[in-house]
């Protein structure tokens, strides 16, 4: 990717389990000097939010979108531990489990869409992105708003079963139309209606934007990541070692042929090691991953060999005890930024430029 691949400025934005990741896109600058901020994740944020409610013994009321659980779920599950009151409209609720009847089950209290929050209870706002501060934040530094965005976030579909067989089934079908860049970045009329954490994202951004793509953070991150490796004409596999999650895919001209992903917390080098070998060799199995905690895998092509190995995000230090041989990838000069380029990369295939 060049800073001519396309000739706009857009806002990238990479909502991982811990942060996001903000790239103030503008063709008319090499990309090292364009602006960037890593910032606390919304769920981080929120989750801060209803600790501060926990804390002054106050009921909460969560109104707004779908958005990443994590952080915030867990703090929402506290809050009913100690005695509190959480309600909740249904879309915000979906933030915590996509079955409402399981949410009720928690304790929470469903509340209509148009409600007014209960007395007393803090009004909690939920979604992936807070468009007012980060454009209060760019004006704060004189920095104008791009009507373009480019958005990443882990979105594992709406399902009333297990949320990871969900995820992999969609992950395999878009590996099998061929995996390109092309088919992982979505517009706002093209996503799939059961991605509904991208659709709630989209949906948020439209009356404001001109132009919105989205994509998954972890083919984002891949893509991102490929263009630091030595030889990007080759084979390889790229490990995006996140805050929340892990995933491997492997990269055959440009278009991802095999991915597995697993909770980062769960998984140590030595048997990372060995499912990078299993996944180069094609033996590694949905089951072995999804029966460990892991989302799961899919393969439909490997290389001939063990192809050079790009490593990249915030944890990505696990990976310097690796029996392999394997390159951090630092694209651009910055490995926070990895999703972000991706998502730039994403950008330029929908307009049809190279990326």
């Known amino acids: 990717m060049t800073s001519s691949s396309i000739d706009t400025s857009a806002v990238a934005i990479d909502v991982g389990a811990g942060t996001q990741d903000i790239l103030i896109y503008d063709s008319e600058k090499q990309i090292e000097q364009c602006f960037k901020m890593v910032l606390p994740s919304q769920t981080t944020i929120v989750a801060k939010q209803i600790g501060d409610a926990t804390h002054l013994g106050k009921d909460i009321f969560m109104t707004g979108g779908v958005m990443g659980g994590g952080a915030c779920v867990r703090a929402i599950k506290q809050h009913l531990k100690d005695g509190l009151q ?21 304790g929470v209290t469903i509340m209509p869409q148009n409600k007014d929050s209960p007395a007393d209870a803090v009004r909690i706002k939920t979604g992936d992105i807070d468009l007012p501060a980060i ?34 089934e969609h992950l395999k079908e878009v590996i099998d139309r061929g995996g390109s860049l092309r088919s992982f970045a979505y517009t706002p009329e093209t996503i799939p209606p059961y991605l509904t954490r991208m659709t709630s994202v989209a949906r948020s951004l439209s009356h404001v934007c001109d132009d919105v793509i989205m994509m998954d953070t972890g083919p984002a991150a891949v893509f991102g990541a490929a263009s630091a490796a030595k030889d990007p ?22 278009r991802i042929t095999g991915v597995f992903e697993h909770h980062t917390r769960q998984i140590t080098i030595k048997t990372l090691d060995t499912y990078i070998e299993k996944l180069a060799a094609g033996t590694l199995t949905f089951e072995e991953v999804f029966e460990s905690g892991g989302h799961g895998c899919h393969i439909k092509n490997t290389p001939p060999k063990m192809p050079q190995i790009i490593v990249t995000g915030p944890n990505r230090h696990l990976a310097k005890q690796s029996r392999h041989k394997v390159t951090f990838a630092a694209p651009y000069g ?20 190279k990326p």
Do not use: W
Not at 334 to 353: E, P
């Open 86 to 106: 959480v309600y909740s409209t249904e879309t915000a609720a979906k933030t915590i489990y996509d079955d409402l009847n399981r949410v009720r089950s928690l």
């Open 135 to 168: 454009e209060q934040m760019l004006g704060l530094f004189g920095v104008d708003m791009p009507g373009t965005f480019a958005v990443a976030v882990q979105d594992h579909g709406e399902s009333m079963g297990s949320n990871r067989i969900f995820r992999f």
């Open 233 to 254: 004409g080759q084979p390889m596999i790229v490990l995006n070692i996140g805050n929340g999650h892990t995933l491997c895919a492997i990269l055959i001209d440009n």
């Open 334 to 353: 910055d490995m926070m930024l990895t999703g972000c380029f991706g998502l730039i990369k994403g950008l330029s295939s929908v307009r049809g430029a």
